[in-house]
């Protein structure tokens, strides 16, 4: 459970528009293998693309599109070292979801009992 579960998203408990709106974009990412794979290759720090497509296995220029869209949908952020741009996730929150999301899948596929 994480520290905030039990805060609700305003003051009332009931989320609002704009944030149904951010979670609902943030989940349509996370629906591509692609994109999923990318933010787990990044739950471990830093990568620039080279690495990442390596870590994908897809071509480079459908990785360089995937993280544009990440970065767009404000998952994943960037740093220039010199030439080369280093992605990262852009929060914990980030890396908590793409995990919890994998986890919930492997108990799915496992039979596994969900822990609180």
């Known amino acids: 459970m994480y520290a905030r579960d039990d805060a609700p998203p305003d003051g009332d408990g009931a989320p609002t528009d704009a944030q149904v709106d951010v979670a609902v974009t943030a989940l349509r990412m996370l629906a591509d293998p692609t994109r999923l794979r990318l933010l787990w290759a990044l739950r471990d720090g830093e990568h620039d693309v080279t690495t990442l497509t ?10 360089s599109q995937h993280l544009a869209k990440l970065l767009l949908a404000g998952l994943v952020s960037t740093r220039r070292d010199g030439r080369r741009v280093l992605y990262r996730a852009a929060g914990g929150h980030v890396r908590r979801l793409v995990a919890e999301a994998l986890y919930a899948a492997d108990h799915h596929l496992t039979g596994a009992p969900e822990h609180d």
């Open 54 to 63: 390596a870590a994908v296995g897809a071509a480079r220029p459908a990785v």
